[in-house]
């Protein structure tokens, strides 16, 4: 297992993995809270067009990716609260249109080929760069920044936006941010488990927490660590597997969210149980007492 330390690769891709582990499911946690949860694959989706940018232009294609795919979660934003529009429909939107503009950008692109837009589709441990680990580093500081400094408002924004808008919040430029940070994790998230898969890692672990969690805090606490630890896994995994990391992690939390589930289901029903219990007998006393 000390093995991997020994290689510089797989150094860089295990930091990386730890940072995935981390951002995604912190910013999953709103996601999920605005019933939002395929928001993350809409972005991975435009962000798709940005990476074929980069190599059409000979830039970074981290940057582009960053650049495009907030841009689009932007509009998204704004579709939903100007335009006609159904937000299902502006996903939509963001699903073909990202897609179409990607693959139309890396076939006109003389940079690109199909095998480097794989890398970014389903992940690679082998791509991720010195260069990388610092961008990921900054972005994934950015983000926890935002989900972790401003929980409090962008979880009432999330709850209800009638009664945070009431409140004196400023709802419409939360909702900007939140776009723009998810928009930043999925491009954190890419290099790593892919842009296609993105989305689950942002939202699995969140939905394994629920589970066996009440309250926001708690709930956090246990999808980033479901999160970390599905990463690391899943990046060892592939390692010695020689497959893409991204389906490792994806498969990996999803068979956690399946134990946390099948381990959850019989004690919420003991603790109804014990509720309805301590419930009759408080009735029967009262009763008595009466």
């Not at 963001?94 to 897609?99: A, I, R, S």
């Not at 991720?128 to 680990?133: E, I, K, R």
């Not at 972790?148 to 430029?173: I, N």
């Not at 394994?208 to 709930?219: D, I, K, L, V």
Request: charged share 10%.
């Amino acid at each position: 297992m000390l093995e991997l330390l020994t290689y510089p690769f797989m150094q860089r891709a295990l930091l990386a993995a730890v940072l995935v582990g981390i951002t995604a499911p912190a910013v999953g946690i709103y996601l999920v809270q605005r019933r939002q949860a395929i928001m993350g694959d809409g972005i991975g989706h435009v962000a798709l067009t940005g990476v074929a940018l980069g190599f059409l232009t000979g830039t970074n294609p981290v940057w582009t990716a960053i650049a495009v795919s907030a841009l689009g979660a932007v509009l998204m934003e704004l579709i939903r609260w100007y335009g006609k529009t159904r937000g299902d429909l502006a996903l939509a939107m963001l699903f073909y249109g990202g897609m179409a503009g990607g693959v139309l950008l890396i076939n006109l692109s003389p940079n690109g080929s199909n095998a480097n837009l794989t890398t970014y589709l389903f992940g690679s441990i082998t791509t991720v760069s010195q260069q990388d680990v610092v961008v990921i580093s900054l972005l994934a500081g950015f983000v926890m920044l935002i989900t972790l400094g401003l929980r409090r408002q962008l979880f009432a924004v999330c709850q209800d936006e009638e009664f945070a808008r009431v409140t004196g919040l400023p709802v419409r430029t939360l909702n900007l941010l939140l776009a723009v940070t998810a928009a930043v994790t999925v491009t954190v998230a890419m290099r790593v488990v892919g842009l296609l898969l993105v989305s689950a890692l942002m939202v699995v672990p969140v939905a394994a927490a629920q589970q066996a969690t009440r309250g926001f805090a708690m709930t956090l606490a246990l999808a980033v660590s479901i999160g970390v630890v599905v990463t690391l896994s899943g990046t060892v995994f592939s390692f010695y597997e020689n497959v893409p990391p991204g389906a490792s992690i994806v498969v990996l939390a999803i068979g956690v969210f399946a134990v946390i589930t099948a381990l959850a289901a019989p004690l919420a029903k003991s603790r109804a149980r014990r509720a309805a219990a301590a419930e009759e007998r408080c009735t029967l006393r009262d009763d008595v007492l009466v």
